[in-house]
């Protein structure tokens, strides 16, 4: 069973910066794509940035120019670089990982809230 564990939420005044990290349970070199979702009360979950094993990158309108996915497979791991951070960012972030058959595996979440 593949876990992935998101960390690095928080409090943050807008304009500020975050740094979420996403741990998992095996090697991401045995993952395809590897992306970061969010979701803000009262709304769907929206994709935010994908990263691909060869590490093509893309993101959401919204965040093109202030967020940054990166993965670093040694460390088994993916971040999300948020900077620049604005109200309409709150919103619980969770990370997923794709499987070689495309399986798709979630994390639990970490909630960002950002104050104006």
């Known amino acids: 069973q593949v876990q992935l564990v998101e960390s690095g939420g928080g409090l943050v005044q807008a304009g500020g910066s975050l740094r979420l990290s996403c741990a998992a349970s095996r090697s991401t070199f045995s993952f395809n794509t590897m992306a970061w979702h969010r979701q803000a009360p009262g709304k769907q979950r929206e994709l935010v940035a994908t990263?691909?094993?060869?590490?093509?990158?893309n993101y959401a309108d919204s965040v093109k120019g202030r967020f940054a996915i990166s993965r670093d497979n040694a460390k088994n791991a993916v971040y999300l670089q948020m900077n620049s951070l604005k109200p309409e960012d709150t919103a619980v972030y969770y990370c997923?990982?794709?499987?070689?058959?495309?399986?798709?595996?979630w994390g639990q979440g970490t909630q960002v809230t950002v104050s104006s």
């Open positions: 990263i691909t094993w060869g590490g093509t990158t």
């Open positions: 997923k990982a794709f499987g070689v058959d495309w399986t798709a595996y």
